[in-house]
């Protein structure tokens, strides 16, 4: 079973390219954005507490999104793989996912950076808000906020993964179709 964190600011095609791996490989992907956003469509206490924080800009609390994860990790245990997509975006997660898998026998493979200019993210974000619906696309102030986040929080992820040797960073503007050859390289040279 390969596992792959896939990172990058918002916007940066995680969840595009995402698509793209679970339909060529038959992994299970795993996006916390998608599994938030299906919580507040239901209407569920988690979904409400979650809401607050993403129309923000912020991210929920660790507990909230690793409850989640622990979830569909212990459901799925038969995959090819995981595509880890928006998680993990703290180093918390990132200890707490190690724990989760290693408790399975499980381990990530490799965590891939897709690198994109923030001027590029805010015009993909704002294109996306016109038809997602989704309240974080639509306003810069928020975007912005998203960028904070990330910056502070997440990037030090990435690190956490340079330490044990499993980080690899890939350009991620361009033709869709090229960055996945990248990433598929990527996935099978693990
Ligand atoms: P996410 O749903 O993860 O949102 P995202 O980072 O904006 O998505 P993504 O990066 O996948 O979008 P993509 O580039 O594919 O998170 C939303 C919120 O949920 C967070 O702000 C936070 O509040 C909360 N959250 C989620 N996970 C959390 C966690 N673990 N902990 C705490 N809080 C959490 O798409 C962007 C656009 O770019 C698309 O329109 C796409 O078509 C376009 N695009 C993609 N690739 C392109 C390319 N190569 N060229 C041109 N356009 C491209």
Do not use: W
């Amino acid at each position: 079973m390969k596992n792959i964190v896939l990172f990058g600011p918002p916007g940066a095609g995680k969840g595009t390219q995402s698509a793209k791996i679970i339909e060529k490989y038959d992994y299970l992907h795993l996006s916390t954005g998608d599994l938030l956003r299906a919580e507040r469509e239901a209407g569920t206490e988690l979904g409400l507490k979650a809401k607050e924080f993403m129309d923000q800009g912020a991210l929920v609390p660790d507990e909230v999104v690793i409850g989640m994860i622990a979830n569909k990790i212990n459901a799925n245990r038969q995959v090819n793989g995981i595509v880890f997509d928006g998680f993990p975006r703290t180093v918390a997660q990132a200890e707490a996912l190690d724990q989760m898998l290693t408790e399975n026998g499980l381990e990530i493979a490799k965590m891939i950076e897709l690198e994109v200019i923030e001027d590029e993210l805010v015009k993909r974000l704002l294109e996306r808000g016109k038809t997602s619906g989704r309240a974080d696309d639509q306003n810069e102030a928020v975007i912005r906020n998203r960028f904070k986040a990330y910056e502070n929080e997440t990037a030090p992820v990435a690190d956490y993964y340079k330490a044990q040797n499993k980080y690899v960073a890939l350009p991620g503007m361009g033709e869709i179709e090229i960055i996945f050859d990248y990433i598929c390289r990527e996935i099978e040279a693990c």
